[in-house]
Structure formats: C-alpha cells, structure tokens
C-alpha cells in the first residue's frame, strides 16, 4: 500500500496570507490527524478527522482549520498568517478513529513565513 | 507543565552501546507511543503500549501504567539508529495527545 503523502512539501508564504495543506491517508484509513512541529514548543496536536467530522481538537486558534472528504483526503487551512505558524506540518492516518491506533505519518510540508 | 517528560534530552553513544530513553506522564492513558523521526522530518512510529513490553528487532518498549513511566531500549546500537525519539501519550479523558519534546540520538561509528 502506498503510504500518507501530502502535498506540497515546502512552501513559504509571507504574513497574512493564507495556506492550504493536503494530506492523501493510506488507502483504507478513515482517521486523519493533523500536528504542528515547532524548535521551540515541539509536536503539537491540531485536530484529528473521522469520516468527515472533526472529532477532536487541539489548543489552537481558529485560524487553523481542516476538512475531511469522502475519500478520506484531508486538507489544512491557515487563514492570516503569522511568522510563528512556521513549522513541519505532519498528516499521519489510522484505520480506527481517535488515539488508539498505530498512527501513520506522512512526511510532512514544511510551511516557512516570512 | 508538561504532561510528558523524556530524558534524556540528548543521548551520544558508541556503536554497539545498549541505549535507554525514557518517558513519564503525568495523565491517565489509553496508549502510549514511541515515534522516530530522522533528520528531514518524516516520522515512524515504533511502538503503541497499553500494558507490559513489545519487542521489535532491536528495540524494544516497556510501560509501568502505575508508575507512569515507559522506557525506549535500543540494543547493539548503530550508526542508523541516530534520531529523534518522541514519546506520546494517548490520555483516556479528554481530546489531547501530549507529546514529550524527544531525545535526540547519535550513535558514533
């Protein structure tokens, strides 16, 4: 089976502007979770998709937000930009929902704002 | 406050060296993983825990749930082992997944 990809794996945008990031599960996964990697604060969770819905979320600003489609693809947004959403933005996909599941992660889009 | 503490923060080591990481929470959980992630930033994962000891080639996870506490072992260590390790924890109340801020790795030839 392929694995998660997302798309694109770098990007720099500037403050202000927005950003939308892709993420393809494996196939069969109906679980997409979405995690900000920063220096200084670490893996952080974003929100995590479940046929569709969110069914969970992390401490972030509504400027984050996702989406979930039919076929599971999962898609990020970032509304305003900041310099400090710079990041690796990492997908991973599970079969079940929630946390319980071996996570599979993509390998990630690296966002740089300037 | 950190839900999740790993130590140590760095770790340098010879080739062969028996290696231990290890991770305690603070929260109760469902599941406990150790995740990999090598330089360019894409992310395995190890191992899922609820309870006891899992072995996978050389590495092996075990996880104390009264303690609070999970130990990452590498044995026979290699060049190819240098990495990030992360300790994550799946709480059984709650929406969060804490992360601990990992244990970087490097293992000299």
């Known amino acids: 089976k392929a694995g998660v990809t997302q798309t694109p794996r770098y990007l720099i945008k500037t403050r202000g502007q927005q950003v939308t990031l892709s993420c393809s599960p494996i196939?069969?996964?109906?679980?997409v979770s979405w995690y900000q990697q920063t220096p200084g604060q670490g893996l952080q969770f974003l929100f995590e998709?479940?046929?569709?819905?969110?069914?969970n979320k992390g401490n972030f600003p509504g400027r984050f937000s996702g989406r979930q489609f039919s076929n599971s693809r999962s898609e990020m947004n970032v509304s305003t930009l900041e310099l400090g959403d710079s990041a690796l933005y990492l997908c991973?996909?599970?079969?079940?929902?929630?946390?319980?599941?071996?996570?599979?992660f993509g390998p990630g889009t690296r966002l740089l704002v300037l | 406050k950190n839900e999740v503490e790993q130590s140590p923060q760095n770790l340098t080591a010879q080739e062969g060296e028996f290696i231990t990481i290890n991770c305690s929470y603070s929260?109760?959980?469902?599941?406990l993983h150790w995740l990999q992630q090598h330089p360019g930033g894409g992310i395995v994962s190890l191992f899922m825990?609820?309870?006891g000891k899992k072995k996978h080639g050389r590495l092996i996870a075990t996880i104390n749930i009264q303690e609070k506490h999970s130990s990452l072992h590498i044995t026979a260590s290699h060049p190819r082992d240098s990495a990030v390790y992360i300790c994550?924890?799946?709480?059984?109340?709650?929406?969060?997944?804490?992360f601990g801020t990992g244990t970087s790795l490097t293992v000299i030839p």
């Open positions: 991973a996909s599970s079969y079940r929902q929630g946390m319980l599941e071996t996570q599979y």
């Open positions: 196939s069969g996964h109906r679980s």
């Open positions: 998709y479940f046929s569709e819905t969110q069914r």
């Open positions: 929260v109760g959980i469902s599941a």
């Open positions: 825990l609820s309870s």
């Open positions: 994550a924890v799946s709480p059984n109340t709650g929406n969060q997944f804490y």
